[in-house]
Every structure is written in structure tokens, then in C-alpha cells.
Nanobody, 120 residues
Framework: QVQLVESGGGLVQAGGSLRLSCTAS????????MNWYRQAAGKQRELVAK???????NYADSVKGRFTISRENAKNTVYLQMNSLKPEDTAVYYC??????????????WGQGTQVTVSS
């Protein structure tokens, strides 16, 4: 079994910054893509950013130029540096990863989420 544990959320004023972390632990052979999603109250969950194991990344248009995704493979960890935060960035942020287990079965996991609140 694998767990994804997020941290780094909190309350910040508009224009501020936060850094989210997500660490995977458990029966892991190799992690492929690591992603950050978010879900605001009353809205659908949306992809914020993703990064593959070649460090190629993609971003939602709404966060381009403000957010940066990175990963440390040795620590099975993905980060999301969020700058110039806006009230509309307020949401629960979820980590999502797909990975090969030691039996080479491809599996997908979600973290429990971390709340980010941006005040105006």
C-alpha cells in the first residue's frame, strides 16, 4: 500500500506565497507522473500542474507564471511553489501520482488534500 501525504497549506494574503509538499511512501518501484489538483468549494476538481519522471511539466493556464512544480525522486516528493497568490486560488489542493509497484503493476493514488486559503 502507498500513502501520499501533503503539507504546506494554510492561510495567506493575496500576493503572498506558499509551498506545498507531497511525499509518497510504501511499496513503490518507480513513480511516473506526479500531479497537483485543486478543488474549490462548489466546483469540480481541476488539474493545476503535473511533472513526469523526465521533469517535463505542464500547468493550467490560470497558474502559468505564478506556480512552479518540481520533484525530488530520491525522496519520492513533489513540490508546488505558489507565488502571487490570488483569492481565486483558494481550494483544497490534492496530490495525485501514478506509479509502478514492486510487482510492476501500475497504480494510482490520491493524497488527503491540504487547504489553501488566500484572503483579499
Amino acid at each position: 500500500q502507498v500513502q501520499l501525504v501533503e503539507s504546506g497549506g494554510g492561510l495567506v494574503q493575496a500576493g503572498g506565497s506558499l509551498r506545498l509538499s507531497c511525499t509518497a511512501s510504501g511499496s513503490i518501484f518507480r513513480i511516473n507522473t506526479m500531479n497537483w489538483y485543486r478543488q474549490a468549494a462548489g466546483k469540480q476538481r481541476e488539474l493545476v500542474a503535473k511533472i513526469n519522471n523526465s521533469n517535463s511539466s505542464n500547468y493550467a493556464d490560470s497558474v502559468k507564471g505564478r506556480f512552479t512544480i518540481s520533484r525530488e525522486n530520491a525522496k519520492n516528493t513533489v513540490y508546488l511553489q505558489m507565488n502571487s497568490l490570488k483569492p481565486e486560488d483558494t481550494a483544497v489542493y490534492y496530490c495525485y501520482a501514478d506509479m509502478w509497484d514492486p510487482a510492476l503493476v501500475l497504480r494510482r493514488y490520491w493524497g488527503q488534500g491540504t487547504q489553501v486559503t488566500v484572503s483579499s
